[in-house]
């Protein structure tokens, strides 16, 4: 309470009428339990009289619904259900008591809700004049370095600007900021971004963050996906947006307008980062409600894959009540496999249909069947790429007319455009594979041809290689990108001033103010290289004349991710000139730092060197069992698929059939 007069003020607190506090303080924290239900009242005295507040009371609600029991279990600091009487014209908080206010919003405004067999009422908003406006600022919540908010959005009608879901004007403003983006900006922070909800659904819209100090952590999830992400080591600016409080659907990106035209139900404002479990469990209960059997919703992914001493990683997820157990069956058998995400050695035996079973308390669901199989690489430099376990690599060596770069790594095809030539002389010396090209022109027009590829699903790495084959037609505009990501943060390999390499990483001004050194020949195959550290970026430049050169610059990188809006040769930003125009050939990515030998050796494979083929170990199921051919080494066998390895000198390539019995076993051809 706020007390004038002439000081000293003593201040005594009762509950009930009996005395529970007394002393300067003007303020009084209680737990929220059920002991502190009552009735306050403050009496302020000094040396001239005293004067009594009106009573304040305190009473608890009893969660009606699953879902709202949940909620209040993560103890929010504000929680809206918009089920009170709008003729009052008082949005009611049921968790710290920031009531606010409906603002040009009429009884028959409030409609059905967003939560499944739940009574509460969402609000049908104009895009007009209907907002909410809050007592709450979330300047407090971020000074602490953490927070969370989140409700259930159905966006309606046509985008026409940027409209506000939820949040304080100038310091974290979330919205649709585009016909086919929803993005929160945070002043100091930037953007997180991703894609818009499909129209005329209800879609549970969070974003959570998190600064200690150092690395901050910004995600935006869409139901219970992560949909962005901005990973940074500058904090929201804690003291921005003073002026402005919590509004939903309107006023959010500026003081006054971007009013949103659809329903928003249920927002709530948590005190620390829900983590994705959290958001996961509280989707499912608001979309199906607390008993509902399993649902797949994202079914696992196959694919052909080059054989290598990597891993490839199924998932699944499922709808319904928590907790779930997965199962994973390869041709109908169970394995030792368990849980949403696994990872599986590239293996001769992991080859085959694979299924997930996923059961909770309520019933089971099996997953569509994902087929792994393997390609044998068609070339030296082919073989050895394989080799280092790219995380995508796409060759663009598909024939006139392909749809789709075919990619070996992780099974992730890049889309052409109708504007990439296919089918032209590659890169790769002693090597048929061809290469495309790109025309440079700005996206909208019709000669458009940057390669968008939706997500390369690598996520966050704290060390990255990217490279590619260029042969540049004419200067190109700075800071174009030739192997990019700009879903969650913006990082990659591009073109600088003078056409020479450069890089951004994070988009921090520390990356892309660098410049390498390392111009691109004009009208000549070149290789480039990107590597980055924790500690350093490294860029390499192999020439037409057989040099391979390098530029370092020692320089702090923290974490950043590779997911959605992954670009080759250019970038889908609306009028920007950042095109390439030229011919690209064999870009490929590597979630780890690639060796300046190993960069070496595949300019040399690129060069036309000799490098060996790595050994093909060829199975076959018979009646007689699985039986396993090759045609040169010694087969090895291992308990593990890291070893320890023990060769079988007596196994013949023309044929070794695999002994049965209980347990796993890795096999291997190592060459003589």
């Not at 992400?229 to 006023?251: E, K, V």
């Not at 020479?500 to 000549?524: A, C, I, K, P, R």
Request: proline fraction near 5%; aromatic fraction near 12%; charged fraction near 15%.
């Amino acid at each position: 309470m706020d007390v004038y007069g002439t000081q000293p003020i003593i201040v005594t607190w009762t509950k009930d009428g009996t005395e529970i506090a007394s002393g300067l303080e003007t303020t009084l924290d209680v737990f929220c339990t059920a002991d502190a239900a009552g009735t306050y009242v403050a009496t302020a005295k000094n040396s001239a009289g005293q004067d009594v507040s009106i009573p304040a009371v305190i009473a608890f609600r009893t969660p009606t619904t699953g879902y709202e029991e949940l909620v209040a279990g993560f103890a929010p600091v504000a929680f809206w259900r918009f089920d009170d009487n709008v003729a009052d014209g008082i949005v009611v908080d049921y968790a710290g008591g920031y009531d606010g206010t409906y603002n040009s919003i009429t009884p028959e405004q409030q409609v059905g809700g967003a939560i499944f067999e739940d009574p509460s009422k969402a609000i049908q908003f104009n895009g007009t004049d209907s907002y909410i406006t809050t007592p709450l600022q979330l300047n407090g919540l971020i000074a602490n370095g953490e927070f969370t908010f989140t409700g259930w959005v159905k966006i309606q009608g046509t985008w026409a600007a940027t409209t506000g879901f939820y949040g304080q004007n100038d310091l974290i403003e979330f919205g649709q900021n585009s016909a086919t983006t929803i993005s929160a900006w945070a002043d100091g922070a930037g953007n997180v971004s991703g894609a818009v909800p499909l129209a005329e659904e209800w879609a549970m819209v969070t974003i959570t963050y998190t600064f200690d100090g150092t690395d901050m952590v910004e995600t935006l999830y869409v139901n219970n996906h992560v949909a962005g992400q901005n990973i940074g080591t500058r904090s929201i600016n804690a003291n921005a947006g003073t002026n402005y409080h919590f509004t939903i659907g309107g006023c959010v990106w500026h003081f006054e307008g971007g009013f949103f035209t659809g329903l928003i139900d249920d927002v709530a404002v948590f005190p620390t980062a829900l983590t994705s479990d959290d958001i996961s469990l509280l989707y499912n209960v608001g979309k199906f409600g607390p008993g509902a059997a399993p649902e797949i919703e994202v079914q696992p992914i196959g694919a052909e894959l080059y054989s290598n001493n990597g891993t490839y990683r199924f998932s699944v997820t499922a709808l319904g009540t928590p907790p779930f157990q997965v199962s994973w069956y390869k041709d109908g058998e169970l394995t030792s496999y368990s849980g949403e995400v696994v990872e599986i050695a590239r293996t001769a035996e992991n080859a085959g249909s694979w299924t997930a079973k996923v059961t909770n308390a309520y019933g089971e669901a099996i997953s569509e069947p994902a087929v792994i199989s393997y390609k044998a690489p068609s070339s030296n430099y082919e073989a050895l790429i394989a080799s280092l376990d790219p995380w995508v690599y796409w060759r663009l060596g598909e024939a006139p007319g392909a749809a789709f770069a075919a990619e070996y790594g992780h099974g992730i095809p890049a889309p052409y455009t109708t504007n990439n030539v296919l089918g032209l002389d590659g890169a790769i010396m002693n090597d048929p594979d061809t290469a495309i090209s790109f025309t440079g022109a700005l996206p909208g027009t019709a000669e458009f041809s940057t390669i968008v590829v939706p997500n390369i699903g690598m996520g966050t790495v704290s060390e990255a290689s990217l490279l590619c084959w260029v042969k540049r037609d004419g200067n190109q505009a700075n800071y174009t990108p030739l192997v990019f990501g700009r879903g969650g943060a913006v990082s990659g390999l591009n073109i600088r001033e003078n056409n020479q390499l450069g890089y951004h990483w994070n988009d921090q001004s520390f990356s892309w103010g660098y410049v390498s050194g390392l111009t691109l020949e004009d009208g000549e195959w070149n290789l480039a290289v990107l590597v980055v550290t924790p500690t350093t970026v490294t860029f390499y430049l192999g020439d037409s004349a057989g040099t391979l050169s390098n530029a370092s610059n020692e320089q702090a990188h923290g974490p950043t991710v590779f997911t959605t809006n992954f670009s080759l040769g250019g970038q889908n930003v609306s009028n920007s000139n950042r095109q390439f125009k030229g011919l690209l050939d064999e870009p490929a990515v590597f979630n780890y730092a690639l060796t300046a030998e190993q960069v070496q050796a595949i300019y040399d494979a690129g060069r036309g060197g000799d490098v060996p083929v790595q050994p093909v170990l060829n199975f076959e199921y018979s009646p007689l069992g699985l039986i396993l051919t090759w045609e040169e080494g010694k087969l090895q066998v291992s308990p593990t698929a890291t070893g320890p390895w023990t060769t079988i000198d007596d196994a013949s390539p023309e044929g070794y059939i695999v002994p049965t019995g209980e347990g796993s076993a890795y096999y291997r051809i190592i060459k003589d």
